[in-house]
C-alpha cells in the first residue's frame, strides 16, 4: 500500500486491486508481441526507439514524468543558464513518429512477475499494463545514506523539479541578502554549500560561482553578489576522484581560481536549516552556517529493483543496483530487462551511454528473438566506454578517455561538442548555442527567473503528504 496524492482530491491510501483497466490488451490484436519499457530516460528512451519500423512490436513506455530529461545539464537550469524545455522534451513528441510505440504517463508501484502485468497510477486513475517483454529503466534517486531528513534542507539534483528549486533557492538567497541588516545573517545568506566533488558538485560550485562573481555584477545595491562564498566539501582526499589525481588536481585549481572554496576529507555529520556540521579527518567537528546547500553525493537505484529481486531471487548492492545476468535479464526471467542506472552489471559506472547501450542492446535482442534467434545462447553485453568528461567553469573542463587526459579549454571545446551532438533535438541544440554565446560573452543568462513555489513546493507537498 502506498500513499496516494491526488490532484484533484482528498489523499488516498493507493491499494493494487487487481480490478485494474488492462490498457493494452486488445483481444482484437494478439498477433503482437508487447514490450512494456518503464521510464523514458536514456535507458528506455533507445530501448523504444530501437524497434521502429517494426510492425510486429507493439512498445508501451510508461514513464512518471512526461519529458526525456538530459540530467547532465540539470546544473546548467538550476544556474539559470538554460531553460527547462532545452534539456527535457516531451517523450510523446520525440516519438509520435514512431507509429509503434505509446506512451503512457504514470508511476510503477508494483510489477507482478508471475501473471506478465504492471500497476501505475497517475493521479487518482490507476490501471494496468501487460507486457511479453519488459525493460525496467526507472534510473536512480538521491541517497543521504541513511539521512533523508537532510533532503529538505539540502535538495539534490536529480529532476526538473530539483533544478527549479535550487534555482530559486539560490536566487532567494541573494534577494534576501539584499535586505537584511543583520551582518551575521547576510554572510550566510551568502554561504553556498555544495556537498559532494563528484561531476554533478564541481559543475554546480564551479557555476554557483560564476553566477556571484560574474553574472550578478551590478545588480544589486545593498550587496555585492561577489562577497558569495561558495564551498564544496566531500569527505574523500581529491575532487572528482573517478578522474585520478593528475585531472583531479587541476579541477581543483581551477574551481580555487574561480573564488569557489575547496574542503576535502570533510565529512557531513549533521544539515539543519541554519547550516552544515562538518567532522575533518583530525575528528575536529565544526559548523558552516549557510542557507543554500545542495546534495550530489550519492545515488540509490529506483526501488523497482529491489522490489523485482525480491520475487526473482536477484542480488541486490549497496546501492540498491540489481545484479542482473550478462544480457540484463533476472535470473530465471529471459523477459524481463533491468537497465542503466538500477543496475550493477560488472561495475559498470552510471552513465548515460551504459543505459544508452544497454537499451539498444536488449531491444536487438528482443527483435532479433522474434525474428528465430535463439534464446538459449545470447551474446553477452559489452560496454563501450567513450570516457568521461566534466566542466569546472567557462573555459575550463577535463576529459578522460582511457589513458588520454586533458584539461583547460580544449577540454572544454571537447565537452561542449558532445553535449549539443547528444542534446535531443535540432532547436534545443540551437537554443542552447545561443544560450551557451550570452553566458561566455556578455555574463548574462536568460533563464533567472525563480518563484517562491519554487522553493518552496517540496516542503509544502512533504508536509501533505505527512497529513
Ligand atoms: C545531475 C546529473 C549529472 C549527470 N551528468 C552526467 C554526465 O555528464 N555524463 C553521463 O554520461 N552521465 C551523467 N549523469 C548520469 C546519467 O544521467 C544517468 O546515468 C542516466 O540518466 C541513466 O539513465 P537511466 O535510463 O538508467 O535513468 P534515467 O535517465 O534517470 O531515467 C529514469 C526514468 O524512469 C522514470 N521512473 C523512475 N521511477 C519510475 C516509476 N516508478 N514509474 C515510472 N517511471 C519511473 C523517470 O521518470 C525517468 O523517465 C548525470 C546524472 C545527474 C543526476
Given at each position: 500500500?502506498?500513499?496516494?496524492?491526488?490532484?484533484?482530491?482528498?489523499i488516498?491510501?493507493?491499494?493494487?486491486?487487481?480490478?485494474?483497466?488492462?490498457?493494452?490488451?486488445?483481444?482484437s490484436?494478439?498477433?503482437?508481441?508487447?514490450?512494456?519499457?518503464?521510464g523514458?530516460?536514456f535507458?528506455?528512451?533507445?530501448?523504444?526507439?530501437?524497434?521502429?519500423?517494426?510492425?510486429?512490436?507493439e512498445v508501451?513506455?510508461?514513464?512518471?514524468?512526461?519529458?526525456?530529461?538530459?540530467?547532465?545539464?540539470?546544473?546548467?537550469?538550476?544556474t539559470?543558464?538554460?531553460?527547462?524545455?532545452?534539456?527535457?522534451?516531451?517523450?510523446?513528441?520525440?516519438?509520435?513518429?514512431?507509429?509503434?510505440?505509446?506512451?503512457?504517463?504514470?508511476?510503477?508501484?508494483?510489477?507482478?512477475?508471475?501473471?506478465?502485468?504492471?500497476?501505475?497510477?497517475?493521479?487518482?486513475?490507476?490501471?494496468?499494463v501487460?507486457?511479453?517483454?519488459?525493460?525496467?529503466?526507472?534510473?536512480?534517486?538521491?541517497?543521504?545514506?541513511?539521512?533523508?531528513?537532510?533532503e529538505?534542507?539540502?535538495?539534490?539534483?536529480?529532476?526538473?523539479?530539483?533544478?527549479?528549486?535550487?534555482r530559486?533557492?539560490?536566487?532567494?538567497?541573494?534577494?534576501?541578502?539584499?535586505?537584511?541588516?543583520?551582518?551575521?545573517?547576510?554572510?550566510?545568506?551568502?554561504?553556498?554549500?555544495?556537498?559532494?566533488?563528484?561531476?554533478?558538485?564541481?559543475?554546480?560550485?564551479?557555476q554557483?560561482?560564476?553566477?556571484?562573481?560574474?553574472?550578478?555584477?551590478?545588480?544589486?545595491?545593498?550587496?555585492?553578489?561577489?562577497?558569495?562564498?561558495?564551498?564544496?566539501?566531500?569527505?574523500?582526499?581529491?575532487?572528482l576522484?573517478?578522474?585520478?589525481?593528475?585531472?583531479?588536481?587541476?579541477a581543483?585549481?581551477?574551481?580555487?581560481k574561480?573564488?569557489?572554496?575547496?574542503q576535502l576529507?570533510?565529512?557531513?555529520?549533521?544539515?539543519?536549516?541554519?547550516?552544515?556540521?562538518?567532522?575533518?579527518?583530525?575528528?575536529?567537528?565544526?559548523?558552516?552556517?549557510?542557507?543554500?546547500?545542495?546534495w550530489?553525493?550519492?545515488?540509490?537505484?529506483?526501488?523497482?529493483?529491489?522490489?523485482?529481486?525480491?520475487?526473482?531471487?536477484?542480488?541486490?548492492d549497496?546501492?540498491?543496483?540489481?545484479?542482473?545476468?550478462?544480457?540484463?535479464?533476472?535470473?530465471?526471467?529471459?523477459?524481463?530487462?533491468?537497465?542503466?542506472?538500477?543496475?550493477?552489471?560488472?561495475?559498470?559506472?552510471?552513465?548515460?551511454?551504459?543505459?544508452?547501450?544497454?537499451g539498444?542492446?536488449?531491444?536487438?535482442?528482443?527483435?532479433?528473438?522474434?525474428?528465430?534467434?535463439?534464446?538459449?545462447?545470447?551474446?553477452?553485453?559489452?560496454?563501450?566506454?567513450?570516457?568521461?568528461?566534466?566542466?569546472?567553469?567557462?573555459?575550463?573542463?577535463?576529459v578522460?578517455?582511457g589513458?588520454?587526459?586533458?584539461?583547460?579549454?580544449?577540454?572544454?571545446?571537447?565537452?561542449?561538442?558532445?553535449?549539443?551532438?547528444?542534446?535531443?533535438?535540432?532547436?534545443?541544440?540551437f537554443?542552447?548555442?545561443?544560450?551557451?554565446?550570452?553566458?561566455?560573452?556578455?555574463?548574462?543568462?536568460?533563464?533567472?527567473?525563480s518563484?517562491?513555489?519554487?522553493?518552496?513546493?517540496?516542503?509544502?507537498?512533504?508536509?501533505l503528504?505527512e497529513?
Open positions: 500500500m502506498v500513499e496516494q496524492t491526488n490532484i484533484d482530491g482528498p488516498e491510501p493507493y491499494t493494487i486491486t487487481g480490478n485494474e483497466p488492462v490498457i493494452n490488451d486488445d483481444p490484436d494478439t498477433s503482437k508481441h508487447r514490450v512494456v519499457i518503464v523514458s530516460g535507458g528506455g528512451l533507445a530501448a523504444a526507439q530501437q524497434f521502429k519500423g517494426r510492425d510486429d512490436v508501451t513506455i510508461v514513464a512518471r514524468t512526461g519529458h526525456h530529461l538530459f540530467q547532465p545539464l540539470l546544473y546548467q537550469v538550476a539559470g543558464i538554460l531553460s527547462v524545455g532545452e534539456i527535457a522534451p516531451s517523450t510523446r513528441m520525440i516519438l509520435r513518429d514512431q507509429d509503434n510505440a505509446r506512451v503512457v504517463l504514470g508511476d510503477v508501484e508494483n510489477i507482478d512477475v508471475e501473471n506478465q502485468t504492471l500497476y501505475a497510477e497517475m493521479g487518482h486513475v490507476s490501471f494496468a501487460e507486457y511479453d517483454s519488459l525493460v525496467v529503466a526507472a534510473g536512480a534517486g538521491q541517497s543521504y545514506f541513511g539521512n533523508d531528513h537532510f529538505v534542507y539540502a535538495p539534490g539534483m536529480k529532476t526538473i523539479d530539483d533544478a527549479l528549486e535550487l530559486s533557492r539560490i536566487l532567494g538567497c541573494f534577494e534576501q541578502a539584499e535586505i537584511t541588516e543583520d551582518e551575521d545573517e547576510r554572510r550566510r545568506l551568502l554561504t553556498f554549500i555544495i556537498v559532494g566533488a563528484g561531476p554533478t558538485g564541481v559543475e554546480m560550485a564551479g554557483v560561482a560564476e553566477l556571484a562573481h560574474k553574472t550578478l555584477t551590478d545588480s544589486f545595491r545593498a550587496i555585492n553578489p561577489a562577497d558569495a562564498r561558495v564551498v564544496l566539501l566531500d569527505a574523500a582526499p581529491l575532487v576522484p573517478p578522474f585520478g589525481e593528475n585531472l583531479g588536481g587541476k581543483r585549481q581551477a574551481l580555487e574561480f573564488g569557489v572554496e575547496v576529507n570533510a565529512m557531513v555529520q549533521n544539515v539543519d536549516y541554519d547550516g552544515i556540521e562538518v567532522k575533518d579527518s583530525s575528528g575536529e567537528v565544526r559548523r558552516i552556517s549557510a542557507s543554500c546547500k545542495i550530489s553525493a550519492g545515488v540509490a537505484a529506483s526501488p523497482l529493483g529491489k522490489h523485482l529481486a525480491e520475487q526473482t531471487g536477484a542480488e541486490v549497496r546501492a540498491g543496483r540489481v545484479m542482473v545476468n550478462e544480457d540484463f535479464s533476472l535470473p530465471g526471467q529471459k523477459n524481463i530487462f533491468l537497465i542503466g542506472d538500477m543496475v550493477n552489471l560488472n561495475n559498470w559506472p552510471g552513465v548515460a551511454p551504459f543505459a544508452q547501450q544497454g539498444r542492446y536488449v531491444a536487438k535482442l528482443i527483435s532479433n528473438e522474434l525474428d528465430g534467434a535463439s534464446t538459449t545462447q545470447r551474446k553477452p553485453f559489452k560496454y563501450f566506454d567513450k570516457g568521461s568528461m566534466a566542466t569546472v567553469s567557462r573555459y575550463s573542463a577535463v578522460k578517455v589513458k588520454f587526459e586533458i584539461s583547460g579549454f580544449v577540454a572544454w571545446v571537447m565537452w561542449l561538442a558532445v553535449h549539443l551532438a547528444t542534446l535531443v533535438g535540432f532547436r534545443n541544440r537554443m542552447a548555442i545561443v544560450s551557451w554565446g550570452m553566458q561566455v560573452n556578455g555574463n548574462r543568462r536568460a533563464q533567472l527567473t518563484t517562491k513555489q519554487w522553493a518552496y513546493g517540496r516542503q509544502a507537498m512533504m508536509r503528504e497529513k
